[in-house]
Antibody, heavy 115, light 107 residues
Framework: EMHLVESGGGLVQPGGSLRLSCVAS????????MNWVRQAPGKGLEWISN????????HSAESVKGRFTTSRDNAKNSLYLQMDNVRVEDTAVYYC????????WGQGTLVTVSS | DIQMTQSPFTLSASVGDSVTLTCRAS??????LAWYQQKPGKAPNLLIY???NLETGVPLRFSGSGSGTEFTLTISSLQPDDFATYYC?????????FGQGTKVDFK
């Protein structure tokens, strides 16, 4: 059974940094593109980044470009989101999701940006 | 960016009703559209991919159709477990984008 587990969320001050992780199990992680999707409190879903199987290619939403970096370690079945220079509007539940359509989702990790 | 517009915002229905949700894209996305169901406090769940393909394990009362810019999700006989929020998402062109969601609630 495919399984994704995010971690690393928490409270961070505006301008600060945070690194989210997503560990995969139950499928061949290195064969799947991976994504980060977020959901602000009471709001809809926002795709924020995608990374290719190899990790050599990434795409990001304009709202996070230049501030967030997506990477992966296929040997560790892990996906990462490095969040730098965070803003109050980055407050959200962050999900990792597999594939180009999001077949499997993690349970989400809450990031709160507040002073 | 491709804008995805869902209608209605809220749909009130009863168990056993057949309901249709609509998703429109601001430009053609061929059939590269997915539908998700989300319940409060939970991660979304994939229902349909490539506009009309039912994800494994999803009940047959769910069906999707459309191409280009107009898409629909139909639930043929609404069950208590189906009251949730539904999102469409295009994966034709980066940035991938979601619709704002349609909430299906009890009439």
């Amino acid at each position: 059974e495919m399984h994704l587990v995010e971690s690393g969320g928490g409270l961070v001050q505006p301008g600060g940094s945070l690194r989210l992780s997503c560990v995969a199990s139950g499928f061949t992680f290195s064969s799947h593109e991976m994504n980060w999707v977020r959901q602000a409190p009471g709001k809809g879903l926002e795709w924020i980044s995608n990374i290719s199987y190899s990790g050599l290619s990434t795409h990001s939403a304009e709202s996070v470009k230049g501030r967030f970096t997506t990477s992966r370690d296929n040997a560790k079945n892990s996906l990462y989101l490095q969040m730098d220079n965070v803003r109050v509007e980055d407050t959200a539940v962050y999900y990792c999701a597999s594939g180009i359509y999001f077949q499997q989702w993690g349970q989400g990790t809450l990031v709160t940006v507040s002073s | 960016d491709i804008q995805m517009t869902q209608s209605p915002f809220t749909l009130s229905a009863s168990v056993g009703d057949s309901v249709t949700l609509t998703c429109r894209a601001s430009q053609s996305i061929r059939t590269l559209l997915a539908w998700y169901q989300q319940k409060p406090g939970k991660a979304p769940n994939l229902l349909i991919y490539k506009a009309s393909n039912l994800e494994t394990g999803v009940p047959l009362r769910f069906s999707g159709s459309g191409s280009g810019t107009e898409f629909t999700l139909t639930i043929s006989s609404l069950q208590p477990d189906d009251f949730a929020t539904y999102y469409c998402q295009q994966y034709n062109t980066y940035p991938w984008t979601f619709g704002q969601g349609t909430k299906v609630d009890f009439k």
